[in-house]
Nanobody, 120 residues
Protein backbone atom coordinates (compact mmCIF):
# COMPACT_ATOMS: atom_id res chain seq x y z
CA UNK A 1 0.00 0.00 0.00
CA UNK A 2 1.28 3.47 -0.90
CA UNK A 3 0.00 6.75 0.46
CA UNK A 4 0.64 9.97 -1.43
CA UNK A 5 0.33 13.48 0.00
CA UNK A 6 0.55 16.57 -2.20
CA UNK A 7 1.50 20.00 -0.93
CA UNK A 8 2.61 23.38 -2.22
CA UNK A 9 -0.52 24.61 -3.94
CA UNK A 10 -1.84 28.11 -3.51
CA UNK A 11 -3.01 31.33 -5.10
CA UNK A 12 -0.53 33.13 -7.33
CA UNK A 13 -0.55 35.70 -10.10
CA UNK A 14 0.09 35.06 -13.76
CA UNK A 15 3.81 34.73 -14.41
CA UNK A 16 4.59 33.48 -10.93
CA UNK A 17 6.05 30.11 -9.94
CA UNK A 18 5.01 27.34 -7.59
CA UNK A 19 6.65 24.12 -6.51
CA UNK A 20 4.41 21.18 -5.73
CA UNK A 21 5.59 18.19 -3.72
CA UNK A 22 4.31 14.64 -3.58
CA UNK A 23 5.42 12.71 -0.51
CA UNK A 24 5.11 8.94 -0.72
CA UNK A 25 4.91 6.61 2.26
CA UNK A 26 7.33 3.74 2.41
CA UNK A 27 9.95 3.03 -0.22
CA UNK A 28 7.66 3.55 -3.21
CA UNK A 29 9.96 3.29 -6.21
CA UNK A 30 7.19 3.63 -8.74
CA UNK A 31 6.70 5.76 -11.77
CA UNK A 32 4.99 8.91 -10.50
CA UNK A 33 2.64 11.04 -12.54
CA UNK A 34 1.18 14.48 -12.01
CA UNK A 35 -2.31 15.19 -13.30
CA UNK A 36 -4.67 18.12 -12.96
CA UNK A 37 -8.38 18.65 -13.10
CA UNK A 38 -10.12 21.95 -13.63
CA UNK A 39 -13.82 22.44 -12.80
CA UNK A 40 -16.04 20.82 -15.41
CA UNK A 41 -13.11 19.21 -17.20
CA UNK A 42 -11.61 15.77 -17.26
CA UNK A 43 -8.44 14.95 -15.39
CA UNK A 44 -5.48 15.56 -17.68
CA UNK A 45 -1.89 14.45 -17.78
CA UNK A 46 0.79 16.95 -16.76
CA UNK A 47 4.07 15.04 -16.35
CA UNK A 48 5.58 11.78 -15.20
CA UNK A 49 8.93 10.50 -14.04
CA UNK A 50 10.10 6.90 -13.92
CA UNK A 51 11.23 5.12 -10.77
CA UNK A 52 14.88 6.17 -10.94
CA UNK A 53 14.36 9.58 -12.46
CA UNK A 54 16.01 8.79 -15.78
CA UNK A 55 12.90 9.29 -17.91
CA UNK A 56 10.50 12.22 -17.84
CA UNK A 57 7.66 13.29 -20.07
CA UNK A 58 5.44 16.36 -20.22
CA UNK A 59 2.16 17.42 -21.70
CA UNK A 60 2.60 19.88 -24.56
CA UNK A 61 0.78 22.59 -22.60
CA UNK A 62 3.40 22.61 -19.85
CA UNK A 63 6.55 21.65 -21.74
CA UNK A 64 9.29 24.17 -21.15
CA UNK A 65 7.52 25.67 -18.12
CA UNK A 66 7.19 22.72 -15.72
CA UNK A 67 9.92 20.41 -14.46
CA UNK A 68 9.37 17.13 -12.65
CA UNK A 69 12.06 15.65 -10.42
CA UNK A 70 12.40 13.14 -7.62
CA UNK A 71 14.46 12.47 -4.53
CA UNK A 72 14.18 8.77 -3.78
CA UNK A 73 16.13 9.12 -0.55
CA UNK A 74 13.34 11.38 0.73
CA UNK A 75 10.51 9.68 -1.23
CA UNK A 76 9.47 13.02 -2.72
CA UNK A 77 8.54 13.91 -6.27
CA UNK A 78 8.43 17.61 -7.09
CA UNK A 79 6.79 19.61 -9.84
CA UNK A 80 8.37 23.01 -10.43
CA UNK A 81 5.89 25.22 -12.25
CA UNK A 82 7.11 28.45 -13.83
CA UNK A 83 5.39 31.10 -15.92
CA UNK A 84 2.00 30.10 -14.62
CA UNK A 85 -1.08 31.35 -16.39
CA UNK A 86 -4.79 31.26 -15.50
CA UNK A 87 -5.27 28.16 -17.67
CA UNK A 88 -3.07 26.26 -15.20
CA UNK A 89 -5.71 26.69 -12.50
CA UNK A 90 -6.79 23.24 -11.32
CA UNK A 91 -6.51 20.67 -8.57
CA UNK A 92 -3.19 18.91 -9.04
CA UNK A 93 -2.87 15.23 -8.17
CA UNK A 94 0.11 12.94 -7.97
CA UNK A 95 -0.27 9.25 -8.68
CA UNK A 96 1.93 6.17 -8.36
CA UNK A 97 2.22 2.86 -10.19
CA UNK A 98 0.47 3.24 -13.56
CA UNK A 99 -1.49 0.34 -14.98
CA UNK A 100 0.36 0.57 -18.29
CA UNK A 101 0.69 4.01 -19.88
CA UNK A 102 2.01 6.65 -17.48
CA UNK A 103 0.42 9.52 -19.40
CA UNK A 104 -3.06 8.15 -18.79
CA UNK A 105 -5.00 8.65 -15.59
CA UNK A 106 -4.97 4.95 -14.73
CA UNK A 107 -2.83 4.52 -11.66
CA UNK A 108 -3.12 2.32 -8.61
CA UNK A 109 -2.51 5.05 -6.06
CA UNK A 110 -3.62 8.68 -5.93
CA UNK A 111 -3.11 11.58 -3.59
CA UNK A 112 -5.90 13.84 -2.36
CA UNK A 113 -4.88 16.76 -4.56
CA UNK A 114 -3.72 20.33 -3.99
CA UNK A 115 -5.40 23.43 -5.40
CA UNK A 116 -3.48 25.76 -7.68
CA UNK A 117 -5.16 29.02 -8.60
CA UNK A 118 -3.57 31.50 -10.98
CA UNK A 119 -5.11 34.95 -11.21
CA UNK A 120 -4.71 37.20 -14.24
Amino acid sequence: QVQLVESGGGLVQAGDSLRLSCAASGRAFYTIGWFRQAPGKEREFVAYINSIGSVTSYADLVKGRFTISRDNAENIVSLQMNSLNPEDTAVYYCAADPYRYPDRAQYNYWGQGTQVTVSS
